[in-house]
């Protein structure tokens, strides 16, 4: 199975940018395809984005699209979140998942990390 473990949380204004990564270990990510969730406090775990295993098919959440870009780098072993325009609302806890099809639903990724905060000020 595979392991992961996110970084490049932080706190930021509105309208910075960040950029998140996922490292895999333990397999190669190019079996999986991909998924980012987050959760706010007080609120249910929510679909971000997705991507399929080769990065050819991505997919976002409405509020994310236009903001947010989804890629990975198979021969690196590592996924990746870009951040743009952030807003208030976008604080949460950031979590990568795995696969082995691609959803927008968490229970089809067994396989996720302990995630990263995101704060945004206003």
């Known amino acids: 199975q595979v392991q992961l473990v996110e970084s490049g949380g932080g706190l930021v204004q509105t309208g910075d940018s960040l950029r998140l990564s996922c490292a895999a270990s333990?397999?190669?990510?190019?079996?999986?395809?991909m998924g980012w969730f987050r959760q706010a406090p007080g609120k249910d775990r929510e679909f971000v984005a997705n991507?399929?295993?080769?990065?050819?098919?991505?997919a976002y959440a409405d509020s994310m699209k236009g903001r947010f870009t989804i890629s990975r780098d198979n021969a690196k072993n590592m996924g990746y979140l870009q951040m743009n325009n952030l807003k208030p609302e976008d604080t949460a806890e950031y979590y990568c998942?795995?696969?082995?099809?691609?959803?927008?639903?968490?229970?089809?990724?067994?396989?996720r990390g302990q995630g990263t905060q995101v704060t945004v000020s206003s």
């Open positions: 991507i399929n295993w080769n990065g050819a098919v991505t």
């Open positions: 333990g397999r190669s990510l190019s079996d999986y395809a």
């Open positions: 998942a795995a696969g082995l099809r691609v959803s927008s639903v968490l229970s089809e990724f067994p396989y």
